[in-house]
Structure formats: C-alpha cells, structure tokens
C-alpha cells in the first residue's frame, strides 16, 4: 500500500516549494513532485529584481534558495511527471510514469511554459540559435549577434541580459512600442548595443548548421528582410502547462485552473496556486502568495474533512 500523504505538490516552482514550505510548517506530511527542475521558470530568468528582500538575485540562485527552504520542515521531493489525477474511495489517485501516489489533498502549481512562434526553421535550429532561456544559452552567443522576439517585460528583461553578452542586441516587435514596464523600457533606450526593428513578426529562421538569420515582414509594408544574427530568443508569451489535466473540468477555455479565492477548483481538496491560475499578475511574488494560500486551504481541508 503507498503510502497517504495530506498534500502532494505538483510542481517545484515558486508556487510549489512556497506551499511545501507552509503545509509542512503546519505539520501535514507532504510530497513535492517536478518533472523537470525545481526553480520552475525562475531557473531560466537572467536577474529577479522585485521579489520582497532580494533587491537583485539571480533566478537559479532564487531557486535553490526556495528549494533548500521548501524541505526544511519535512517536504519530500522526486522526480515525476504527474499525467493523471483520479478520486478513488476520497483519496487523490495520481499518476506518474506509471507509479502512484496517494493524498487527501493536492496542489496543482504547475507554471506556464513558452509559447514557440511555429514559424519555419524553428524547429529545425532549436538548441542551434533559437533558444527560449537567455539565462541557459546567452553564454554561447558572447560577442556575437541576437534578436530577441517580444515586447513585454521577460522580452526586454531578457534582452537586457543578453546585452550584457553579446556583442548586439536586435528586439523585434510587433508593435510600434513596449509592453514592458517603463522602467524597463528606459533602461532597454538607453542601451547603445540593443536596436529595434518596430511592427514586424519573424515569418522563418534561417541558415545552414545553425541560425545565421531572422526573416521579418514588416506589418505595414509587408516587405520581408532578413536581419543577421547568430541567434534567436522567443518571448512572445506563455500557455498553462494542463495538457494533462483537460479531463478534470476545471479549466476555462485558455487552458487555465479556475479556483475560488481559497484556491480551491470545484473537486473538493484539489487547490491550485501560481501562473497555471487563471488570474491577472504572473510573478514570483504572486506564484509564493498562492502557495502560501492554497496550503492552508489544504490544511483547513484535512482539518475539516
Ligand atoms: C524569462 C522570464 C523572466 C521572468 N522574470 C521575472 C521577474 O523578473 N520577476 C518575477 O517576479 N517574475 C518573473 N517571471 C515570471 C515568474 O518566473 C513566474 O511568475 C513564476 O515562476 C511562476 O511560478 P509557478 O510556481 O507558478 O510556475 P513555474 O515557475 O512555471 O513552475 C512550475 C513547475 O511545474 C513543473 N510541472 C509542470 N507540469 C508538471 C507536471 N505535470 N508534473 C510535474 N511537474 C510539472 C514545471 O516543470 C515547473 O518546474 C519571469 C518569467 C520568465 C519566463
């Protein structure tokens, strides 16, 4: 018999090991599961410079903090990509490469992932040039030239982190200004070695072993060029990693978790926290909220129950 754990954890983001930290701190027995690595999208972030007490951190630095934190009062963690989430006799029946695991509760906390462009030659030159992690890949583009694709505040963040690489910075964006807050927006303005090329889309990405450029169709004039450069970064948005959870009825039409302002979904003792929400604000410091949140309505749950 497996054993029941009150809450498993489905994902080691910000949302996650915060709610690993208060559900264990409450004496509940719990379980963290992550199919990738802890730190979530924060592993892939260049600087974190809003969350509550870091005035600049890095995000792997961020994330192994929350990880060593998150197991200090007694979360377990493994590997495991949770495919299924049954209710059999009350108990939450969850699948994980064809093993289970049992809880009175869960904690659905499994982030949001890049939106990829599906554009010809994206494909084709992944981890050759085109790359969705400054933090993983900018490295290797040291003096070299990149476009960065987006214009909202991971774009220009990220965009301003390669700049401190690379040898040029071309962002290409679909409008004719910034999403990204102003403070951003300023600091991208004042960079010498960051361009714009304003209202135009990347329609391929070409070259031969690797990129050597991106064509984009300018929006007015529909004329097609192609700008040089070594590599490409896409942050053109991100979609709720659900795919495993479409059957549960809980979605909205994006693909969302739908709660109520405890956190729980409409399946009692199933509660969601962090970017897989549906919700306005997307950040660190919103994601550890909603662990915190979600935790003790788990906790309340068990209580009650
Ligand atoms: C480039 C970039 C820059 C950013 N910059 C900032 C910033 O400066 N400040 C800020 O506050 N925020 C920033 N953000 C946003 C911030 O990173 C997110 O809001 C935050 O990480 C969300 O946390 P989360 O725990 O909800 O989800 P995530 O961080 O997405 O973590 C979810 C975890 O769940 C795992 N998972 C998914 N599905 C499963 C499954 N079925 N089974 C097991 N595990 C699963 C994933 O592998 C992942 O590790 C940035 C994001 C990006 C992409």
Known sequence: MEKIYDVIIIGAGPAGMTAAIYASRANLSVLMLEKKFYGGQMQS????????????????????KMFQHSKKF????AFGHITDIKEIDGLKVLT?????????????????????????????????????????????FRNRKVVVIGGGDSAVEEALYLSNLVEKVIIVHRRDELRAQKILQDRAFAKENIEFVWESVPV??????????????????????????D?????????????????LGILDENGYVIADEHLETKLPGVFVAGDVRQKEIRQVVTAASDGAIAAQSAYKYIELS
């Open 204 to 229: 391929e990405i070409k070259g031969d072993m690797k990129v050597n450029a991106v064509s984009v169709r300018n929006l007015n004039t529909n004329e097609i060029t192609d700008v040089e450069a």
């Open 74 to 77: 007694g979360t377990e963690f």
């Open 45 to 64: 972030t260049g600087e974190i410079e809003n969350y509550t007490g870091y005035e600049e951190i890095s995000g792997p630095e961020l994330s192994e």
């Open 231 to 247: 590599g490409v970064f896409i942050y053109i948005g991100m979609n709720p990693q659900t795919s495993d959870f479409q059957n």
């Open 96 to 140: 994980a490469n064809s093993k289970e695991y049992v809880a009175k509760t869960v904690i659905i906390a499994t982030g949001t992932e890049a939106k990829s462009l599906g554009i010809p030659g994206e494909d084709k030159f992944s981890s050759k040039g085109v790359s969705y992690c400054a933090v993983c890949d900018g490295a290797f």
